[in-house]
C-alpha cells in the first residue's frame, strides 16, 4: 500500500518504506532515522482538514506514521489544556507562562503520546508481543494500551520505580520484571531478552512511533498558545503565518526522546508553513543525573555517561543519553539554540510545593523539575521575563514523601472518649477549638493592586494560619493599624495619596502602631535616599516579581519569631 510517508536514514540517507519489524537501515544497517511527509503538499490543505477535528493526537494524522487511526484503541490522548501560570508569573516577574498538562493524559503522563503511536503501530503490523524498559511512566503507559491492543507486555523496571507504580503496571496485566541495577541496565536486559526471543523493542529515539508521538506537542502547543494569544505579530518583511511558537520550551529530561520529538514538530510546523521560527528549548536535569549538562556545559557534542546516578527522581534516571544528546545539541545549535540546565532534588520538590500551592497543579518532581528549571534560568537571566514561555508539566504526583509536605500539615482533632459522654459535645468543642483562628498571628496586606494582595494573601494562606486583613491605600493602612494592631505589615511603597513611606511615617508617631514590624514589597527601584529613609523602619524588602512564596514565608515566619 502506498504510504504517506517514508524513512530516512539519519546516516547514509536512504530513503525506505516503514516497517516496524526492521529498526535498522537497509543500506547501512543504522538505528537512526527519521519519518518524512510531503509537507509542501500537506501545507495547502493542512489547516482547512483541522476545522471540526477534535482535540487529541489524531487530529493531527497525516503527520503520524498510522495509514488509519484505530479510535477502538484511543484513550483520549493529546488536546491536554494550555494553561496561564498567572501566580508562578506574577512571582518571577513574567507576564507569559503557560503551562502544557501532561498530567490530564489517560495515565497522567507525557508518555501517552508515544504509547497511543507506538501500539496503534505495532497493531496495524500485527505484532502482538513487545518489550520495554522504564523508570516508570512509560511502563504504565504502554501497559493500559497494550491491554486495549490486546498486546502482550514485558516491562523491565529498575526496583528504584516507587512501588506504587510497579503495582500499576502489573494492574495492567503487564510482565513485571524488577532489575537490581541503574535504568542503563535494565534496557541492557531488556534488549538482549526482546533479542532472544525475537520480540519487538522499544527503542525510545530510535522509534519512529515515539518520536512521532511526542512531537505532537508541538502541534498542540502552537495551536493552543495562538488561540489563547491571537497569531503571531508577522513583520511586514517575512511570509504571515497562521500559528505562534513560544521564546521557550523547558522540560525536564531523562533520555531527551521528548525533546527531541517536540523539536521535530517544531521544525515539521515550519515545513508546513504554519509557523516562521522554532522556539529555544531549555532542557532541565537533575543534578545527580545529568549527563547532557555536563557535556553541554562543557561543549562536548558526546555525553559522557554517569554510571551510578544519585537523585531520589528516580524517573530522571538515564545515566547515558548516547546520540539522542549529540543530535539534540546539533539540531538545536542548527535551529534556534538552547541550554541544558541542572537543578539540585531540593529545588525540584520545593517547586513542587510552590507549583502544588500557587497554581493548583499537584505535579510528579519529574515534571517539578522542569518548573525549578524555570526559576533558575530566569535568574541567572538567560530566560528574560518579557519571554513567552510554555513549560511541559509532564505527569502526576505519586504519593507524597513526608520530607516534601514538612510537619504539621494537619489539624489532629482527637474525638471525645466514651467515659466523657455527658459533656461530648463540649469535648468536640474543645477539641474544635485546637483549630480556632484566633490565636493565628494577624497579618496586614498593603497595596493598592488587587492582583498583589491577592498573590500575597494565597502564599500566606497557603503555607501557615494567619488572620489576615488587607488595605487598599496608605489612609486605610494606618487605620487598620491602629484598630486591630497586626503582629506585621506587608507594605507597598508607592501608592496614589498617601505612599507607603508615609504610612510609616504615621505609624512611627503613635505608640501603639511604631513597634509593628514591616516586610515592604515594592516594584520601585530605590534611590540611595529612599534606601536610607527605610533604614530602621522596616524589617525586610522584597522585589516585586522576583521573590518566591517560600522567601516572603521564610520572611514572615522569622519575624513573627
Ligand atoms: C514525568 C516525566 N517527566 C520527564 C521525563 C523525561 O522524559 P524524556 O524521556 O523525554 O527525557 C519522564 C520520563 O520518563 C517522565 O516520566
Ligand atoms: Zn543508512
Redesign the pocket.
Same mark, same amino acid.
Given at each position: 500500500m502506498a504510504s504517506h510517508f517514508s524513512i530516512r536514514c539519519l546516516d547514509c540517507g536512504t530513503q525506505t518504506s516503514y516497517d516496524a519489524r526492521r529498526p535498522q537501515c537497509p543500506n547501512c544497517g543504522g538505528m537512526w532515522s527519521e519519518a518524512i511527509y510531503d509537507y509542501a503538499k500537506l501545507s495547502k490543505n493542512f489547516m482547512t482538514s483541522l476545522a471540526g477535528r477534535p482535540a487529541d493526537i489524531w487530529r493531527y494524522r497525516e503527520l503520524l506514521p498510522i495509514q488509519e487511526p484505530n479510535l477502538d484503541l484511543s484513550l483520549g490522548e493529546g488536546g491536554t489544556p494550555l494553561i496561564r501560570a498567572t501566580n508562578l508569573g506574577m512571582m518571577l516577574g513574567c507576564q507569559a507562562i503557560f503551562v502544557k498538562d501532561e498530567r490530564q493524559g489517560p495515565t497522567a503522563?507525557?508518555?501517552d503520546r508515544q504509547a497511543a503511536v507506538t501500539i496503534a503501530a505495532l497493531k496495524e503490523a500485527g505484532i502482538s508481543e513487545m518489550v520495554v524498559a &522504564?523508570? #516508570?511512566?512509560?511502563a504504565i503507559s504502554y501497559s493500559a494500551y497494550a491491554a486495549r491492543a490486546g498486546i502482550k507486555l514485558w516491562a523491565f523496571l529498575t526496583s528504584l520505580v516507587p512501588a506504587a507504580k510497579m503495582r500499576e503496571v502489573a494492574l495492567y496485566g503487564t510482565q513485571v520484571i524488577k532489575i537490581t541495577g541503574s535504568y542503563d541496565q535494565a534496557k541492557l536486559v531488556a534488549a538482549e531478552f526482546a533479542k532472544s526471543r525475537r520480540l519487538y523493542l522499544d527503542l525510545?529515539a530510535r522509534s519512529i512511533p515515539c518520536v512521532e508521538g511526542?512531537k505532537t506537542l508541538a502541534y498542540e502547543i502552537s495551536e493552543q498558545l495562538t488561540a489563547l494569544m491571537g497569531p503571531p505579530d508577522n513583520d511586514t518583511e517575512s511570509a504571515t503565518v497562521p500559528w505562534r511558537v513560544p521564546d521557550w520550551y523547558i522540560?525536564?529530561? &531523562?533520555? #531527551?526522546?521528548?525533546?527531541?520529538g517536540i523539536l521535530k514538530g517544531f521544525k515539521e510546523l515550519e515545513l508546513l508553513n504554519l509557523t516562521d521560527r522554532i522556539p529555544k528549548f531549555a532542557m532541565v536535569q537533575a543534578e545527580g543525573c545529568a549527563p547532557m549538562v555536563h557535556a553541554w556545559k562543557q561543549n562536548k557534542d558526546t555525553a559522557q555517561p554517569v554510571q551510578s546516578p544519585n537523585t531520589l527522581i528516580h524517573?530522571?534516571a538515564?545515566g547515558d543519553p548516547g546520540r539522542t544528546y549529540t543530535l539534540l545539541r546539533e539540531q538545536l545549535q542548527n535551529a534556534s539554540g538552547g541550554i541544558f540546565e541542572s537543578i539540585t532534588d531540593e529545588e525540584a520538590f520545593r517547586a513542587m510545593h510552590f507549583t502544588a500551592k500557587m497554581e493548583g497543579l499537584s505535579v510528579?518532581p519529574?515534571?517539578a523539575?522542569a518548573f525549578a528549571g524555570v526559576v533558575k534560568l530566569l535568574r541567572a537571566g538567560q530566560i528574560k521575563p518579557s519571554d513567552v514561555i510554555v513549560i511541559n508539566c509532564?505527569?502526576h504526583t505519586t504519593p507524597i514523601e513526608r520530607n516534601i509536605i514538612g510537619e504539621g500539615w494537619a489539624h489532629k482533632i482527637v474525638m471525645p472518649s466514651e467515659a466523657m459522654e455527658e459533656s461530648s459535645e463540649e469535648g468536640l468543642l474543645a477539641a474544635l477549638s485546637k483549630v480556632g483562628t484566633d490565636r493565628f498571628p494577624r497579618i496586614a496586606i498593603v497595596d493598592d493592586n488587587a492582583d498583589v494582595r491577592r498573590l500575597i494573601r494565597r502564599i500566606l494562606q497557603s503555607q501557615g494560619n494567619y488572620t489576615l486583613f488587607e488595605a487598599i491605600n496608605g489612609k486605610e493602612a494606618v487605620e487598620l493599624a491602629r484598630k486591630e494592631l497586626p503582629d506585621l505589615m506587608i507594605l507597598d511603597l508607592m501608592m496614589p495619596e498617601m505612599d507607603g513611606f508615609s504610612v510609616m511615617d504615621a505609624l512611627q508617631t503613635n505608640p501603639a502602631t511604631a513597634q509593628i514590624p514591616i516586610i515592604v514589597v515594592t516594584a520601585k527601584e530605590l534611590t540611595p535616599a529612599e534606601k536610607s529613609r527605610l533604614k530602621g523602619h522596616i524589617q525586610s524588602l522584597m522585589q516585586k516579581g522576583d521573590f518566591m512564596s517560600d522567601e516572603l514565608q521564610d520572611e514572615v515566619r522569622a519575624l513573627l519569631g
Open positions: 503522563s507525557f508518555k &522504564s523508570t #516508570g511512566n512509560v525510545g511526542m522540560q525536564s529530561v &531523562s533520555g #531527551g526522546l521528548g525533546p527531541y524517573t530522571l538515564t510528579e519529574a515534571a523539575v509532564t505527569g
